[in-house]
């Protein structure tokens, strides 16, 4: 065995005293170190990956990202908290922790210069459940659509413009870690190993994010007036087919018995509820990358315990957060996937 010296034994102290003084989720008032949780967290960063800082492991930043509708973005790391697999989301002065644990989505909110969390626990499913998602959209729809060989030369990450209705009360950082931080992460990892999934937060656009919904075309209507959005923000030039537009509602119904509509199965255009399950927005995007409620399932995930994959039809009462392997090989299709892999890593879409 070997033994220490003095004077790496003193390093290895001081290291292990640093280390106990900067937890990234501080119980007192002040950890100590002079600086509160976001720095911590930054600090850890700067460390390189993978990183400790107390009961935060960062392992890995995902290579997508979001920018929120003040223009800025958001950065993604794939993390354990508090023992559970978790996602960290960077934007700001705001650094957000999110987990899943029976049925519901925990979250630890901290701002920057503050030391105290804000914490917050919602379910995963909406409430009734059991109503039917949408009616499955057409597969004929006249959409832009990624199969011309010319194509492979162009960038091809995905980017999704997801339009804030005025009537969400949710801010970025909520609506992000509820709708779409988790869906990233299991596009990355399940499905889109080869690109970089985007979401592109915006608001207060007028004609686009006060448009009226819940009738019959509410979606046709939209659509019109969203092909002729310039986004002032998107700083890359990106190929029409991997571009998808939806509009986040606080109403139940986007149009009638439907928590969310699409135009084409793939397409361009959908509306989804953020009153309901957190896989509604998931399943509209589903649609317009090709997937379909034939191909979605429900999973024994114990003796007694099911989930229900994205594209099950009626709102899940348990959300598996991952979509069945014949939906991940048809989005693969319509995004003209280029690597080959096996399926064998999918663990059943319960970790974050
Ligand atoms: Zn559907």
Redesign the pocket.
Known sequence: MEIMDRGRLRRFCLALALAGSTPIAATGASSGSGLDAVARFDAALASGLPAQAGELTIRARLAGGATYSDGLGAELYDVRFRDREALAVRHGDSLRIASTNDGRLHSTAYTAGQERAVETDIPLEGAPTGHP?????PQDADEPQADSPTDMAEPRDLHVFAFVHDDVALDDGELFERFFAWWIKRMEFDVLEDRRIHVHLRRAIPGLTDASYGHTGSLHRWGRAVRNYTDPYLPEPVAAPYIRHILLVKGKEVEPRAA?V?NGQPGSLAMASTSGSVVVPA??IG?MLGAS?GHSERRYTGPFSTCDTI?Y?VDPTVPCKAYSLPNVKAIRDTMRYARSRGYDRDDGGMGL
């Open positions: 998602v949408d009616e499955e959209p969310g699409a399943h509209e649609h409620h594209m039809p």
